[in-house]
């Protein structure tokens, strides 16, 4: 989508009507990559608005340079990583975990919405959840991973995998709920 020139010049003269219009129609592409980095709508919802205004504050900066979608999403991005970061809840959490298994059922992710995937990326410990989303969602390398969050690449890598085996368990659990059960008479 292009924001169009119009749009972006009354939003750099503080018009509210601009700055309306853009936010109706950055807010439905921005707030999905909020929902992931958050444990919860709410804090989404927090991210959402520390975005917005920052994207508002720095407007000026936009030199037309790419689009005006990507470098919104890099604010939203970077303001959700700030937030985590600040938190301190981008740790190392492997050594919580047990040995990474083998997950039965592999295809179960088929049966799931994306809204029940986005659930289930919540539930992730936080720093498995930012890096999963950074190197799958985002398409980050590990090497870009590691300098943004201040971690070697290994810990990247060790995470990404952690973060994928337990959503693999999860929609596994989950679509064995979904299945019906039955039982012997």
């Known amino acids: 989508m292009e924001i169009s020139a119009d ?70 991005v970077t303001t959700c990583l700030e937030d985590l970061r600040r938190r301190n809840v981008l740790t190392d959490t492997t050594a919580d975990l047990p040995a990474l298994t083998l997950s039965e059922d592999s295809t179960a992710i088929s049966g799931i919405s994306a809204a029940e995937l986005i659930a289930l990326i919540q539930t992730l410990p936080a720093g498995y959840r930012t890096i999963f989303n950074l190197y799958v969602m985002e398409e980050f390398t590990h090497e870009e991973i590691a300098l943004r969050l201040g971690i070697s690449e290994g810990t990247s890598k060790s995470q990404l995998a952690r973060a994928r085996q337990l959503l693999r368990d999860k929609i596994t659990h989950l679509h064995r709920e979904a299945k019906p059960q039955h039982t012997p008479k």
């Open 7 to 76: 749009i972006l010049k009354g939003c750099r003269s503080g018009k509210r009507a601009s700055q309306e219009q853009l936010y109706r129609l950055l807010t439905p592409r921005l707030f999905p990559v909020c929902l992931r980095f958050a444990s919860s709508r709410s804090e989404a919802e927090d991210y959402m608005q520390e975005s917005w205004i920052r994207i508002f504050q720095k407007i000026p900066d936009f030199r037309s340079e790419g689009s005006f979608e990507g470098w919104a999403r890099r604010i939203t």
